[in-house]
């Protein structure tokens, strides 16, 4: 993960504020506030105001996915290139279900929460829409998983906690 935000900082450098870089990381599937709070720490941005962004950052397409990503997915698959793509996530949500579904809201919350490839606050998202988890119930559940995860992050990167 680390070489892939470096590729990120090395194209964004000089071309805009720090701030702007590190939300975008932090929006970004897969690298998420993992990779936002490295960027930061790689940027020297102060701590405090590198972890709001990245929770930001993070936490913004949260609601979006939960709410359209099955609209999104039924127009998309259409297409066989994402057709693959949409059933490999839905494999993989499928392959979790049991966990999230046997422990409720712990077992996305721990899904969410723990920063390894392949979790996290998109992936957690994606796994309430399918699994038809309410909004409601689904966002405070992510956005606490997201607050975890970032704690944890901080004390990797910057050495706090």
């Given amino acids: 993960m680390n070489q ?8 964004f450098t000089d071309k805009m504020p720090s701030e702007i870089t590190v939300f975008i ?8 506030i993992r990779g936002g709070m490295i960027a930061a720490r790689l ?13 930001i950052g993070n936490m913004l397409p949260i609601p979006f996915i939960i ?33 999230v579904l046997r422990y409720k809201a712990w077992g996305l919350l721990l899904f969410v929460a723990i920063p390894l490839p392949g ?9 309430a829409a399918l699994l038809d988890i309410r909004l409601k119930r689904a966002l405070p559940i992510i956005s606490l998983g997201v607050l975890i995860a970032g704690f944890i992050m ?4 910057y050495g706090i906690f």
């Avoid at 979790?119 to 796994?127: D, P, V």
């Fill in 119 to 127: 979790t996290g606050g998109w992936t957690g998202a994606l796994m």
């Fill in 67 to 99: 709410l359209f990503i099955r609209k999104i997915f039924r127009a998309l698959e259409r297409f066989p290139f994402f057709k693959r793509i949409i059933d490999r996530l839905e494999a993989k949500t499928e392959r979790n279900k049991d966990k």
């Fill in 43 to 55: 940027l020297e941005m102060n701590f405090l105001r590198a972890f709001i962004i990245c929770y």
């Fill in 154 to 157: 901080s004390a990797i990167t």
């Fill in 25 to 32: 990381i932090s929006l970004m599937p897969i690298l998420e």
């Fill in 4 to 11: 892939i935000v470096e590729l990120i900082l090395e194209f």
